[in-house]
T-cell receptor, first 112, second 117 residues
Framework: DGGITQSPKYLFRKEGQNVTLSCEQNLNHDAMYWYRQDPGQGLRLIYYSQIVNDFQKGDIAEGYSVSREKKESFPLTVTSAQKNPTAFYLC???????????FGQGTRLTVV | AQKITQTQPGMFVQEKEAVTLDCTYDTSDQSYGLFWYKQPSSGEMIFLIYQGSYDEQNATEGRYSLNFQKARKSANLVISASQLGDSAMYFCAMRTGMDTGRRALTFGSGTRLQVQP
């Protein structure tokens, strides 16, 4: 079955550490997105990529980095520069057709 | 710029009644898609319904229908016969970029729906 897989589901980070969140899709979608969601809030765009080897900053990119070396994969690294990383992170991919927009299950990151 | 506005931070509805969640949008694209997602406390985003900008009929999926008024740029979600399990956060989203190739997915701030027995 085609879909998006995010891992891990839960992640704990010590202060000062970098952590990487995985997002993989087998839908053959070109565009992929990372969003951050704080409790009770909406989704804020961190980074997005329209094509392999290209990505753009979203509204809250500071303290985050991404790569897009393969069409299927769009990992997000939360660096030590992100001062308040505790949040729920969602990855999405968008296909060619207007109705093709899918989400992963999300990763809940907690700083300990 | 693309924008989605959801003006109802929270809504209450009695079980078995219908409820309408509001969504207005702004885009200069001619081709776009509108989505509604449900987000329960587990966090996953559950796709509910989709409406394309060129679709003449309002979309329906079971108890969900989308009241699409293109001239007013509104895409309200109607849930009929509310159930306790409908209590969740609901997001309206818009897909644009079909004309430019720069595909964007823009979200509203969400509406928290609580269904009361």
């Amino acid at each position: 079955d085609g879909g998006i897989t995010q891992s891990p589901k839960y992640l704990f980070r010590k202060e000062g550490q970098n952590v990487t969140l995985s997002c993989e899709q087998n839908l053959n979608h070109d565009a992929m997105y990372w969003y951050r969601q704080d409790p009770g809030q909406g989704l804020r765009l961190i980074y997005y990529s329209q094509i392999v080897n290209d990505f753009q900053k979203g509204d809250i990119a500071e303290g985050y980095s991404v790569s897009r070396e393969k069409k299927e994969s769009f990992p997000l690294t939360v660096t030590s520069a992100q001062k308040n990383p505790t949040a729920f992170y969602l990855c999405a991919s968008v296909g060619v057709g207007l109705s093709e927009a899918f989400f992963g299950q999300g990763t809940r990151l907690t700083v300990v | 710029a693309q924008k989605i506005t959801q003006t109802q931070p929270g809504m209450f509805v009695q079980e078995k009644e219908a409820v309408t969640l509001d969504c207005t949008y702004d885009t200069s694209d001619q081709s776009y898609g509108l989505f509604w997602y449900k987000q329960p406390s587990s966090g996953e985003m559950i796709f509910l319904i989709y409406q394309g900008s060129y679709d003449e009929q309002n979309a329906t999926e079971g108890r969900y229908s989308l009241n699409f008024q293109k001239a007013r740029k509104s895409a309200n979600l109607v849930i009929s016969a509310s159930q306790l399990g409908d209590s969740a956060m609901y997001f309206c989203a818009m897909r644009t970029g079909m004309d430019t190739g720069r595909r964007a997915l823009t979200f509203g701030s969400g509406t928290r729906l609580q269904v009361q027995p």
